[in-house]
């Protein structure tokens, strides 16, 4: 008989660091809905004795409200209580399971919850000064560069250039976001793979890419003219229209991610560039604001998993991620939601 592990989610989202508790405040717009996350593991590799399947569980935080959350993992006999953990650098919450190749077969994981996710709208920015010695070192981690994001060296030519005539912090970072959004374009040429790796030097090169490309660029230019920036990942819901029922509830394809950047005097402020780019007419509100149609479930990049993965790290966690005798191996994903009525 399947059992569902429910589990209490009103823990509020644990801070690293002292600077990283001032965030931009919710704004007027609101949304309420469920969220159903599926990873299936449909075949495991030929003579794998023990397979290790995690998947990311999302937190409440100052932008949105997880409550009513299941988890089920199940068998083809018996349900299977999954590891709750906390990744200690980027804070990340997850489920693990470690089964043994025969009961891994045909397993399936699966994650609900109701969302309440808050429209983030970033006000006072005039009040920006100039990062402390103490802010700049607790914001640390957020200066610096990833394995595919960039930060001074090479790149630093290119961060001037984007952000000539800027004089202060907030002015750089809109600087930033006006040249990735002029600068790339929303494109996946099958025939020019490459895209989706969030890598600066892809962006650069080829000017074009999904929503990790775009945010890669805005982070090395920020970073690089030292202001901090975080990245944030989940999935986007699409604008509601009660004349399109598709808007309301169904399958959502992919995944989508976004930035914060810390303005010393003012704190953590949103920005959506793929989005400025898309809907050119709100160009200017994602630039400090975030929507309500959407959801977080992960920070970061290059990112390692609880208990850690024998792999390298994870260039970002959103989808359902397994590793068979320690080498990664495909798992499928399918993730679903419905507007609360």
């Given at each position: 008989?399947?059992?569902?592990?429910?589990?209490?989610?009103?823990?509020?989202?644990?801070?690293?660091?002292?600077?990283?508790?001032?965030?931009?405040?919710?704004?007027?717009?609101?949304?309420?809905?469920?969220?159903?996350?599926?990873?299936?593991?449909?075949?495991?590799?030929?003579?794998?004795?023990?397979?290790?399947?995690?998947?990311?569980?999302?937190?409440?935080?100052?932008?949105?409200?997880?409550?009513?959350l299941e988890l089920l993992g199940s068998g083809a006999s018996k349900a299977v209580p999954p590891e709750i953990a906390l990744e200690p650098v980027h804070n990340n919450k997850m489920a693990h399971w470690r089964l043994d190749a025969a009961g891994a077969k045909g397993f399936v994981a699966?994650?609900?919850?109701?969302?309440?996710?808050?429209?983030?709208?970033?006000?006072?920015?005039?009040?920006?000064?100039?990062?402390?010695?103490?802010?700049?070192?607790?914001?640390?981690?957020?200066?610096?560069?990833?394995?595919?994001?960039?930060?001074?060296?090479?790149?630093?030519?290119?961060?001037?250039?984007?952000?000539?005539?800027?004089?202060?912090?907030?002015?750089?970072?809109?600087?930033?976001?006006?040249?990735?959004?002029?600068?790339?374009?929303?494109?996946?040429?099958?025939?020019?793979?490459?895209?989706?790796?969030?890598?600066?030097?892809?962006?650069?090169?080829?000017?074009?890419?999904?929503?990790?490309?775009?945010?890669?660029?805005?982070?090395?230019?920020?970073?690089?003219?030292?202001?901090?920036?975080?990245?944030?990942?989940?999935?986007?819901?699409?604008?509601?229209?009660?004349?399109?029922?598709?808007?309301?509830?169904?399958?959502?394809?992919?995944?989508?991610?976004?930035?914060?950047?810390?303005?010393?005097?003012?704190?953590?402020?949103?920005?959506?560039?793929?989005?400025?780019?898309?809907?050119?007419?709100?160009?200017?509100?994602?630039?400090?604001?975030?929507?309500?149609?959407?959801?977080?479930?992960?920070?970061?990049?290059?990112?390692?998993?609880?208990?850690?993965?024998?792999?390298?790290?994870?260039?970002?966690?959103?989808?359902?991620?397994?590793?068979?005798?320690?080498?990664?191996?495909?798992?499928?994903?399918?993730?679903?939601?419905?507007?609360?009525?």
């Amino acid at each position: 008989m399947r059992k569902a592990l429910t589990i209490c989610s009103c823990l509020a989202f644990a801070c690293l660091l002292s600077a990283s508790e001032n965030g931009a405040p919710a704004g007027k717009q609101e949304r309420t809905f469920r969220f159903t996350y599926t990873a299936a593991v449909k075949d495991v590799p030929e003579g794998a004795k023990s397979v290790d399947l995690w998947i990311p569980v999302p937190q409440s935080t100052a932008d949105q409200s997880i409550n009513d959350l299941e988890l089920l993992g199940s068998g083809a006999s018996k349900a299977v209580p999954p590891e709750i953990a906390l990744e200690p650098v980027h804070n990340n919450k997850m489920a693990h399971w470690r089964l043994d190749a025969a009961g891994a077969k045909g397993f399936v994981a699966k994650m609900s919850f109701l969302c309440i996710r808050k429209e983030v709208a970033a006000r006072d920015r005039g009040k920006a000064r100039e990062l402390t010695e103490k802010e700049l070192a607790e914001l640390s981690q957020y200066l610096r560069p990833d394995k595919l994001v960039l930060v001074g060296g090479e790149f630093a030519e290119r961060a001037d250039n984007a952000t000539r005539g800027a004089r202060n912090p907030g002015e750089i970072a809109k600087a930033a976001y006006d040249y990735t959004v002029s600068t790339m374009r929303y494109d996946k040429r099958k025939d020019k793979p490459g895209w989706g790796h969030g890598s600066t030097q892809w962006a650069c090169d080829a000017r074009f890419g999904n929503c990790t490309d775009f945010h890669a660029l805005f982070m090395s230019i920020a970073r690089s003219k030292g202001i901090p920036v975080k990245f944030e990942m989940g999935f986007p819901l699409p604008l509601p229209d009660p004349a399109k029922p598709e808007t309301l509830s169904g399958h959502i394809t992919g995944y989508h991610c976004w930035a914060k950047f810390y303005l010393a005097g003012v704190g953590w402020v949103p920005v959506d560039a793929f989005e400025g780019y898309k809907r050119q007419e709100l160009k200017g509100y994602f630039f400090g604001n975030l929507d309500a149609h959407r959801v977080q479930f992960t920070n970061g990049r290059d990112t390692n998993l609880s208990p850690r993965q024998a792999g390298e790290p994870l260039n970002y966690f959103i989808y359902p991620y397994a590793e068979a005798d320690g080498k990664p191996f495909a798992v499928e994903g399918a993730y679903t939601f419905s507007d609360a009525r």
